[in-house]
Nanobody, 126 residues
């Protein structure tokens, strides 16, 4: 079974930067896509950025466009999220997720057909 482990979270001041990492293991092929999602207690998990292997593109939530950059090492299936110009609204638990089958890389699709890490906390203070 695929295992995902996030790291790199922490506490920063508004305007600061963090780089999150996600290590994937236990899979034979793929992944087809990987992504970053975040969740605040009591609220629905939201998709932040996703990236598709094999020449696929990237997707960014409007709330992070121009500030966050998703990247992937296709040789190791390591996923990264460079977060710049952080604001308090970015405070959340950040999760990485992936799927090895063809399909959407959204919260809904990954809930049923993907794999999730345990999350890493990001806290941005003003």
């Amino acid at each position: 079974q695929v295992q995902l482990v996030e790291s790199g979270g922490g506490s920063v001041q508004a305007g600061g930067s963090l780089r999150l990492s996600c290590a994937a293991s236990g899979h034979t092929y793929g992944p087809y896509c990987m992504g970053w999602f975040r969740q605040v207690p009591g609220k629905e998990r939201e998709r932040i950025a996703t990236i598709y292997t094999g020449g696929g593109g990237t997707w960014y939530n409007d709330s992070v466009k121009g500030r966050f950059t998703i990247s992937q090492d296709t040789a190791t299936d390591m996923l990264y999220l460079q977060m710049n110009s952080l604001i308090p609204e970015d405070t959340a638990m950040y999760y990485c997720a992936a799927r090895t089958s063809v399909g959407a890389c959204t919260v809904g699709a990954l809930t049923g057909s993907g794999y999730w890490g345990q999350g890493t906390q990001v806290t941005v203070s003003s």
